[in-house]
């Protein structure tokens, strides 16, 4: 039954990826020349700039049951789990959402390869040009097993510039927290706390940013303990730094206010939920 099944979505997915192949390519292309975070925006991050060399061709040679097995008992080589990878998500892309209500096995295909693929290292994965469908996969697809791939590649955007220890960023700051808020589900929390340890190497953009992702972040998931503790330790670095007489720190007034304010406001929310500690 699953084989019926899903040689019916490949069929019907292709017929659609025929007729959209360029399209698809012409819309790649043009978001590749966004670079960073507004390619991550945008779905495309980290892809070769040759287009028609990684150009996804449906089947080869093998049904999607035996890749299925394959990657489930792990004797899939990790390339082959990338080309499938990005073929089934070409596949779900291209189906209009009837289609797709009836292609579980394909999303089945999808969660055991993000499941196979959670501990390769993002350099890697980046490497493998399979940042892109992860990002279709969780963002479009609302694909839950690639959730915790996604957290990665986004907030490893959001801090590359402060772990360079950079005072300005690349992309306007309004980019920056569109793709920050792309992090709010409660489940991201690690990479929420990743981004905050980034930006504690640049006190500049932690001044900046701080209030800001917070705002942007906050409630639902204020009660997690361990981000909490971080968001503490992002708030003592700007104390401490505006302490120290640091010029780099001081943002004016308005931001010092706007600090005060978002910090006033988690207490207030950490008493109510009787977290005294931490208020």
């Known amino acids: 039954a699953l084989a019926r099944e899903m040689a019916a979505a490949v069929d019907s997915g292709a017929r659609k990826g025929e007729k959209s192949d360029q399209d698809t390519k012409k819309a790649d292309s043009q978001q590749k020349q966004a670079g960073g975070l507004a390619a991550v925006l945008q779905g495309s991050i980290g892809e070769a700039e040759d287009d028609d060399e990684f150009v996804v061709q449906i089947g080869d040679g093998t049904g999607w049951s035996e890749r299925l097995q394959q990657v489930d008992s792990g004797q899939a080589p990790l390339d082959h789990i990338v080309k499938w990878t990005r073929e089934v998500v070409m596949l779900l892309a291209a ?4 289609e797709r209500s009836r292609a579980a096995g394909l999303f089945r295909f999808a969660a055991v390869a993000m499941t196979a693929l959670k501990d390769v290292s993002l350099q890697r994965l980046t490497e493998l040009q399979v940042t892109d469908s992860v ?24 801090g590359e510039e402060a772990r360079r220890g950079s005072h300005k960023l690349q992309v306007s700051e309004e980019l920056w927290l569109e793709l920050a808020a792309q992090l709010s589900s409660p489940e991201l929390s690690q990479s929420r706390i990743q981004v905050l340890s980034d930006l504690r190497q640049s006190v500049v953009l932690l001044v900046q940013l701080l209030a800001k992702v917070v705002k942007v972040w906050r409630r639902d998931w204020a009660v997690v303990e361990e981000e909490l503790k971080h968001i503490q330790a992002a708030f003592s670095s700007v104390l401490k730094a505006w302490r120290e007489g640091s010029k780099d720190a001081w943002r004016g007034l308005s931001a010092t206010v706007e600090l005060g304010e978002v910090a006033a406001e988690l207490g207030k929310y950490c008493e109510q939920k009787n977290k005294p500690l931490s208020s």
């Not at 189906?95 to 009837?98: T, V």
């Not at 996604?150 to 955007?157: E, L, N, T």
């Open 95 to 98: 189906m209009e959402r009837e």
């Open 135 to 158: 990002l279709q996969l969780w963002r479009d697809l609302k694909l839950p097993e690639a959730r915790s791939i996604f957290g990665r590649i986004v907030s490893a955007q959001l």
